[in-house]
């Protein structure tokens, strides 16, 4: 099940950077699955990351990751980060690294999300090999959400931050032998001035129970709930 109205985006071609990632971080040849730490002496020696080939511009973005193996250790994560965010710690650092300070957001597999180093419990753990997880950028709220194989998690971040136009979607882990595949991506990048007010308004309510008593036709205002 596709999270997001097909119709209205259109596919994405990004894959992982081989120029922007930890020496740790081995691609496939077409740059769509990333192995971590897979040398047969040193099995992790730290945090590796890798980031997309190209930033996220204005608009919403929707790509997924699935987890080729059940993740374990200490963090595997999803996220975004901006040309500044960290790819790499060494001397045996073991830390979630998408989120560790401002320059990135990022959600672990034991069902944490992390920005400027603090953390906050977002879901149920992951534990299971094949999962899809989907990531739902909107940079016109300034908006990160995560899907679980089609299921919306809901809302993780909301930040005018992650408005900037300017993030790359990030991977990382800590364990040996992580496999992590790309699997597809959207974009949707031109919102009409009805989509950009619904997302306005839908960002300034704290409830959603409120929007019934918007005076607005009911189409509008299931999309301000949508949006």
């Known amino acids: 099940m596709f999270p997001v109205t097909l119709t209205e985006y259109y596919a994405d071609t990004w894959v992982w950077d081989n120029q922007n990632k930890s020496s740790e971080v081995v691609l496939s040849q077409d740059s769509m699955e990333a192995y971590f730490n897979i040398d047969p002496v040193n099995l992790s020696t730290g945090t590796s990351g890798v980031r997309g080939t190209r930033a996220l511009g204005e608009g919403e973005h929707y790509w997924e990751v699935v987890f080729l193996e059940p993740p374990y250790g200490t963090s595997v994560m999803v996220g975004v980060g901006t040309k500044h965010a960290k790819l790499h710690t060494n001397n045996y650092e073991y830390v979630n690294l998408i989120g560790i300070d401002k320059e990135s957001w990022g959600l672990s597999y034991k069902g944490t999300i992390f920005h400027e180093g603090q953390r906050r419990k977002y879901c149920d753990p992951i534990y299971d090999s094949n999962t899809v997880i989907g990531c739902l950028l909107n940079t016109y709220n300034g908006t990160l959400s995560y899907y679980q194989n089609g299921v919306s998690l809901g809302v993780a971040f909301?930040?005018?931050?992650?408005?900037?136009?300017?993030?790359?979607?990030?991977i990382s882990s800590t364990a040996s032998e992580t496999e992590l595949a790309l699997g597809r991506r959207f974009c949707k990048r031109s919102l009409s001035l009805r989509d950009k007010c619904c997302s306005i308004i839908r960002n300034r309510i704290p409830c959603k129970d409120q929007v019934d008593y918007l005076p607005l036709?009911?189409?509008?205002?299931?999309?301000?709930?949508?949006?």
Request: one cysteine or more; aromatic letters at 4%.
């Open 158 to 170: 909301c930040d005018s931050e992650l408005m900037s136009g300017h993030l790359y979607p990030m």
């Open 217 to 227: 036709p009911n189409l509008v205002k299931r999309q301000i709930l949508l949006s």
